[in-house]
């Protein structure tokens, strides 16, 4: 009688803990699974920063084009206006004769 009560009892126990290892298992796999989530959350996070640093360096670049085309154009027009000016041309004209002299 006290072995089948002790079998009983450790049957019992042993029901017990394979359920709380079953559970254990469970909430195992579940903080795994966080662990992935909340990792590719982190890259992505780092992955936008970065790609929003990329961005930013592109339009400093691409502003610094602009000023520098805008300065080239400036050049351009204002050697247009010379060119129509014929004034301008003659006094060219002249400075250089009067070096080479």
């Known amino acids: 009688?006290?072995?089948?009560?002790?079998?009983?009892?450790?049957q019992a126990r042993n029901?017990?803990?394979?359920?709380?290892?079953?559970d254990l298992?469970?909430?195992?796999?579940k903080l795994r699974?966080?662990?992935?989530?909340?990792?590719?959350?982190?890259?992505g996070g780092r992955m936008e920063a970065f790609e929003k640093e990329i961005?930013?360096?592109e339009l400093r670049g691409a502003k610094d084009a602009v000023a520098g085309m805008e300065q080239q154009l400036q050049r351009?027009?204002?050697e247009n206006a010379a060119l129509r000016d014929g004034n301008t041309l003659s006094l060219e004209l002249a400075t250089v004769s009067n070096q080479l002299r």
């Open 1 to 10: 009688c006290t072995l089948e009560v002790d079998a009983k009892q450790a």
């Open 15 to 22: 029901e017990a803990q394979q359920r709380r290892l079953e």
């Open 25 to 29: 298992t469970s909430d195992n796999s």
């Open 33 to 43: 699974i966080e662990n992935t989530r909340l990792r590719s959350e982190a890259a």
């Open 55 to 57: 961005l930013a360096e």
């Open 76 to 78: 351009l027009h204002a």
